[in-house]
């Protein structure tokens, strides 16, 4: 039996609407539709959680990735901005099942009475957020880097950078991000550990060919986690910045260069090498050049030169489903997903733990997480970005491999929409392991997931569910935000 939702009824004096608008299925244009999460004023609001748990028990979830619903403004009326339950999904190869679902739909609306509530049905997956090749889209820095010309030398120059990439060794296709670091206490130790804190899925050593683990171990990996004790984990390397970072860097300054040394610069430069002197303004030119041109070869040769090594995964939670505490007290039937990985860096590159933008993270008072918190992320991808909380927490359908066979489970995360429309995305791939933040820094939680497309929602760990299970998993007595 699903549990009964903790949300209070809608006084009966509202008035019910018994025709619910569908909206065209066509795909959401991010010129025209913003969305936004919904209010405690709208009636649905306060029965989401049976009307959502009643839908993916009724429906069928072969071609659905996520059940969600949210306010959908349009620029033809902004004005008018009704709750939209959208199921994203794999519709377009099974048609007759989506006619199907919305009949269902409608029939469970029916039941619950929420006022003036649209169903759409879009085409559209959701994915944990590890980047990949096949990506277009640069990361924010590197774009900013190419249009200001100017490099940031930090990447080489510091130990470490939280919010910055981070793969396992020789892994140059996929890579996520470096949350911060978290140190830990065992019980009868006066030392504690610190420890640099990601997601399971980047550092899972099926995205990296070059780990020599065997295909049962990581499989036993994903089902049960990495265990301190776990000696094979030993060969679970990880570089920070990711390889990835350091080709793409590498090939940015050498074209860089490559601009600089023109025939005229090179000209220029033999005459200098001669006694020739210059006239007055392609002098200027010239020197500065130099200047710039010396400044992007040391940073090449440093960069060559680095040694990225940051270390072993010591301990993980593999993709692991349990109950989360922060989620209706633990008590909800649906459970949620434990990702989350710790790397033992050596001591050396532990030395900071302020993000590129500036800010140092904190670790309390968490405060509640309620609709529209604004909260933010520094990812590797995304760079800064900000959202809002949304209180309405979707049910994510869940795929796994289990024994040889296909495994569907229904999971609820928290999430998060983004704060502007001019990018409709919160976070991107490779942002995964960015932890979540409140405007005056205080982390709430451990970003892992999001859709690939509309509603392009984000979705978190709460760190107390994260700090409970790296505590239950490690043995650990304290697990707190590393002060530095």
Same mark, same amino acid.
């Given at each position: 039996m699903m549990?009964?939702?903790?949300?209070?009824?809608?006084?009966r004096?509202?008035?019910?609407?018994?025709?619910?608008?569908?909206?065209?299925?066509?795909p959401?244009?991010?010129?025209?539709?913003?969305?936004?999460?919904?209010?405690?004023?709208d009636?649905?609001?306060?029965?989401?959680?049976?009307?959502?748990?009643?839908?993916?028990?009724? $429906?069928?979830l072969?071609?659905? /990735?996520?059940?969600?619903?949210?306010?959908v403004e349009?620029?033809?009326?902004?004005?008018?901005?009704n709750?939209?339950?959208?199921?994203?999904?794999?519709?377009?190869?099974?048609? &007759?099942?989506?006619?199907?679902?919305?009949?269902?739909?409608?029939? =469970?609306?029916?039941?619950?009475?929420?006022?003036?509530?649209?169903? +759409?049905?879009?085409?559209g997956?959701y994915?944990? %957020?590890?980047?990949?090749?096949?990506?277009?889209?640069?990361?924010?820095?590197?774009?900013?880097?190419?249009g200001?010309?100017v490099?940031?030398?930090?990447? $080489?120059?510091?130990?470490?950078?939280?919010?910055q990439?981070?793969?396992?060794?020789?892994?140059?296709s996929?890579? &996520?991000?470096?949350?911060?670091?978290?140190?830990?206490k065992f019980?009868?130790?006066?030392?504690?550990?610190?420890?640099?804190?990601?997601?399971?899925?980047?550092?899972?050593?099926?995205?990296?060919?070059?780990?020599? =683990?065997?295909?049962?171990?990581?499989?036993?990996?994903?089902? /049960?986690?990495?265990?301190?004790?776990?000696?094979?984990?030993?060969?679970?390397?990880?570089?920070?910045?990711?390889?990835?970072?350091?080709?793409?860097?590498?090939?940015?300054?050498e074209?860089?260069?490559?601009?600089?040394q023109?025939?005229?610069?090179?000209?220029?430069?033999?005459?200098?090498?001669?006694?020739?002197?210059?006239?007055?303004? =392609?002098?200027?030119?010239?020197?500065?050049?130099?200047?710039?041109?010396?400044?992007?070869?040391?940073?090449?040769?440093?960069?060559?030169?680095?040694?990225?090594?940051?270390g072993?995964?010591?301990?993980?939670?593999?993709?692991?489903?349990?109950?989360?505490?922060?989620?209706?007290g633990?008590n909800?039937?649906?459970?949620?997903v434990?990702?989350?990985a710790?790397?033992?860096v050596?001591?050396?590159?532990?030395?900071?733990?302020i993000?590129?933008?500036?800010?140092?993270?904190?670790?309390?008072?968490?405060?509640?997480?309620?609709?529209?918190?604004?909260?933010?992320?520094?990812?590797?991808r995304?760079g800064? /970005?900000?959202? %809002?909380?949304?209180?309405? #927490?979707?049910?994510?359908?869940?795929r796994?491999?289990?024994?040889?066979?296909?495994?569907?489970?229904v999971?609820?995360?928290?999430?998060?929409?983004?704060k502007?429309?001019?990018?409709?995305?919160?976070?991107?791939? &490779?942002?995964?392991?960015?932890?979540?933040?409140?405007k005056?820094?205080? =982390?709430?939680?451990l970003?892992?997931?999001?859709?690939?497309?509309?509603?392009?929602?984000?979705?978190?760990?709460?760190?107390?569910?994260?700090?409970?299970?790296? +505590? #239950?998993?490690?043995g650990?007595?304290?697990?707190?935000?590393?002060?530095?």
């Open positions: 549990a009964s939702s903790r949300r209070r009824d809608v006084p004096s509202k008035a019910y609407s018994q025709g619910h608008k569908e909206l065209s299925d066509g959401l244009s991010r010129e025209n539709v913003t969305i936004l999460p919904c209010q405690r004023e009636s649905v609001f306060w029965k989401w959680d049976q009307v959502r748990d009643d839908i993916v028990r009724r $429906i069928d072969t071609h659905v /990735s996520t059940v969600a619903c949210y306010r349009t620029s033809h009326s902004p004005s008018k901005t709750p939209t339950i959208i199921v994203s999904g794999n519709h377009a190869r099974y048609p &007759g099942a989506t006619q199907e679902a919305r009949d269902i739909i409608n029939a =469970v609306l029916l039941k619950y009475k929420p006022v003036e509530v649209q169903v +759409k049905f879009l085409e997956q994915s944990r %957020y590890a980047s990949h090749l096949s990506e277009r889209n640069a990361p924010k820095r590197d774009v900013d880097e190419a200001s010309r490099f940031h030398d930090d990447i $080489i120059q510091l130990q470490s950078l939280p919010g990439s981070l793969a396992l060794h020789g892994n140059d996929t890579s &996520g991000t470096l949350g911060d670091f978290f140190e830990l019980p009868g130790s006066t030392h504690s550990t610190v420890m640099g804190l990601t997601c399971f899925h980047v550092i899972d050593p099926t995205t990296a060919p070059t780990v020599n =683990v065997r295909e049962d171990k990581v499989e036993q990996w994903r089902k /049960s986690g990495i265990k301190p004790v776990d000696r094979m984990a030993r060969e679970l390397k990880v570089d920070h910045p990711s390889p990835r970072a350091i080709r793409n860097k590498t090939r940015a300054l074209k860089e260069i490559d601009k600089i023109t025939p005229e610069y090179n000209l220029n430069e033999e005459l200098v090498s001669y006694g020739v002197e210059l006239k007055r303004g =392609v002098k200027t030119r010239h020197l500065e050049a130099s200047k710039q041109l010396r400044h992007l070869r040391a940073l090449l040769g440093n960069l060559q030169a680095f040694d990225a090594n940051f072993r995964v010591w301990a993980a939670s593999g993709l692991r489903i349990g109950q989360a505490a922060s989620i209706d633990g909800n039937d649906l459970p949620t434990h990702d989350w710790l790397i033992k050596p001591r050396e590159r532990a030395v900071r733990n993000t590129p933008e500036g800010h140092r993270l904190k670790g309390g008072p968490v405060p509640e997480l309620v609709d529209k918190l604004e909260l933010c992320i520094s990812g590797q995304s800064y /970005s900000e959202g %809002y909380y949304n209180s309405l #927490r979707p049910a994510r359908i869940h796994n491999e289990v024994d040889g066979k296909d495994s569907v489970i999971i609820i995360e928290h999430s998060i929409l983004a502007s429309n001019e990018d409709s995305f919160f976070s991107k791939n &490779g942002d995964s392991g960015s932890l979540v933040y409140t005056d820094h205080v =982390v709430v939680g970003l892992f997931a999001g859709d690939l497309d509309a509603p392009y929602t984000s979705c978190f760990t709460h760190i107390h569910d994260v700090v409970t299970h790296i +505590k #239950r998993a490690t650990a007595s304290e697990v707190c935000l590393w002060e530095g």
